[in-house]
C-alpha cells in the first residue's frame, strides 16, 4: 500500500513540468516560498532551495527566472498543506496540492522538495537520490488533484490511492507580489538648461511573473547657469510599468510630471518661478535582486509633451524637447 501512495506522489508531482521537459536542458526557476502564521515551523526558503539542488546534484535557482514556482505552505486542523503553481512565459499554470496529517512538517518537506526537483529538472530528480537527498518514505504525503494547463476545460485526475485519501480541492491561494524599493542617483541632460544630478525614490511593485507597475519621486537640485544670474531645479513624480523581456533585462516606461523652479538674482532678492513639466519616457533597465536587496541601472529617453520656454535678454538658456536620464539604485526587496 505504501509504494502506491508514493507512485501516486511521483505521478502527481510529475505534472508539474512540461511534458518535454525530459527532452531538454533544465531551465532555472525563480521560488516563491510563503508560510502562513500557522506553518511558521516549517523551513526556510533557504533550505528547501538546498535540499532540492542537493537531489538533483545542480544549481537550479536564480532570483528572476522565465519560470516562476510559488509554494505557499499553510496548516488547518487536518495536518500541513501546501499548494504548488509553476508559472512560464507561456502563460498556463501547471497546479497540485500537497497534504500531511502529521504533527510536525517533515513529511511535507520532503514531499515539497520532490514536487519541486522535478518541476525544475525531472531526469535529475527521479535519478537515484544522493545521500544527502529526500528519499521517498511511507510518510511521503497525499497529493491531491487539480487543474493542469489553465485552458483545458477538464481536469486532470490521479490515479485512484487509499481509501483515506483526501477529496479533491480546487482553491488554490494568490501568490504574494513582490515589493521593492530602491534610492537612485541620476544624470540627467535636457530637463534643465544644463546636465544636472539628482536622485530619486523608486518604489515598484510586482503583479505578475514578467510585469511590475511603479511609482516614483524625483528631485533635480539648484543647477546654476554659466553667468551666475539664474538658477533652476525641478520636482516630480513618475509613474509607470516595466516588462521583463529576458531577464534581467527589463524595458520601462510611464510618466513623469513635475515642475521646472526657476530663480533669478537680477531683481532685488531674488524673484523665484514655477512652470509644469509633463512628458513620457521608455529606457531599458538591468535589475539584480540577491540577498534581500535589487541592484539597477537603467537610461530613459523621455519627451515633452508639456514643458516652459525659458526667455532671458542676459544669456541663452538651452531648451530640449528630448531630456535623458542615467540612473543607478540600490534598495530591499520584499519577500
Known amino acids: 500500500m505504501r509504494f502506491a501512495v508514493i507512485a501516486l506522489g511521483l505521478l502527481s508531482a510529475c505534472s508539474l513540468s512540461s511534458g518535454t521537459a525530459l527532452a531538454r536542458a533544465p531551465e532555472a526557476v525563480t521560488l516563491r516560498w510563503q508560510r502562513g502564521a500557522s506553518a511558521a515551523s516549517c523551513a526556510e526558503r533557504e533550505s528547501i532551495q538546498r535540499r532540492v539542488e ?8 536564480e532570483e528572476r527566472a522565465a519560470r516562476v514556482l510559488v509554494v505557499n505552505v499553510e496548516r488547518d486542523e487536518s495536518g500541513y498543506l501546501a499548494h504548488l503553481y509553476l508559472d512560464t512565459r507561456a502563460g498556463p499554470r501547471s497546479k497540485r496540492t500537497l497534504r500531511s496529517s502529521d504533527s510536525d512538517c517533515a513529511a511535507l518537506e520532503s514531499a515539497i522538495v520532490l514536487a519541486v526537483a522535478i518541476a525544475v529538472d525531472p531526469a535529475a530528480a527521479l535519478a537515484s537520490p544522493t ?13 491531491e ?16 490511492g487509499p481509501s483515506h485519501a483526501p477529496r479533491v480541492r480546487s482553491t488554490l491561494p494568490r501568490s504574494v507580489p513582490r515589493l521593492s524599493g530602491t534610492l537612485r542617483g541620476l544624470y540627467t541632460i535636457g530637463l534643465l538648461p544644463g546636465p544636472a544630478w539628482g536622485f530619486a525614490l523608486h518604489v515598484e511593485r510586482e503583479v505578475a511573473a514578467r510585469f511590475s507597475v511603479n511609482f516614483g519621486l524625483r528631485v533635480l537640485p539648484a543647477l546654476q547657469t554659466d553667468s551666475g544670474v539664474y538658477e533652476f531645479s525641478f520636482n516630480g513624480g513618475a509613474l509607470g510599468a516595466c516588462v521583463t523581456t529576458a531577464a534581467p533585462l527589463d524595458l520601462c516606461g510611464g510618466m513623469l510630471a513635475g515642475a521646472l523652479y526657476a530663480v533669478s538674482s537680477n531683481d532685488r532678492g531674488g524673484r523665484a518661478s514655477q512652470h509644469p513639466w509633463l512628458g513620457l519616457e521608455l529606457g531599458p533597465r538591468v535589475a539584480v535582486r ?15 509633451l508639456l514643458a516652459p520656454r525659458l526667455r532671458s ?3 541663452h538658456l538651452p531648451q530640449s524637447p528630448l531630456e535623458g536620464t542615467f540612473f543607478v539604485g ?3 526587496t520584499i519577500p
Open 313 to 315: 535678454d542676459v544669456e
Open 145 to 160: 488533484t487539480a487543474e493542469t494547463n489553465a485552458p483545458s476545460t477538464t481536469s486532470t485526475r490521479a490515479a485512484p
Open 131 to 143: 545521500q544527502n537527498a529526500d528519499p521517498p518514505s511511507s510518510a511521503f504525503p497525499v497529493l
Open 54 to 61: 542537493e537531489r538533483i546534484g545542480h544549481a537550479a535557482f
Open 290 to 304: 540577491a540577498r534581500g536587496l535589487v541592484w539597477e541601472f537603467g537610461l530613459s529617453v523621455g519627451g515633452a
Open 330 to 332: 540600490v534598495g530591499p
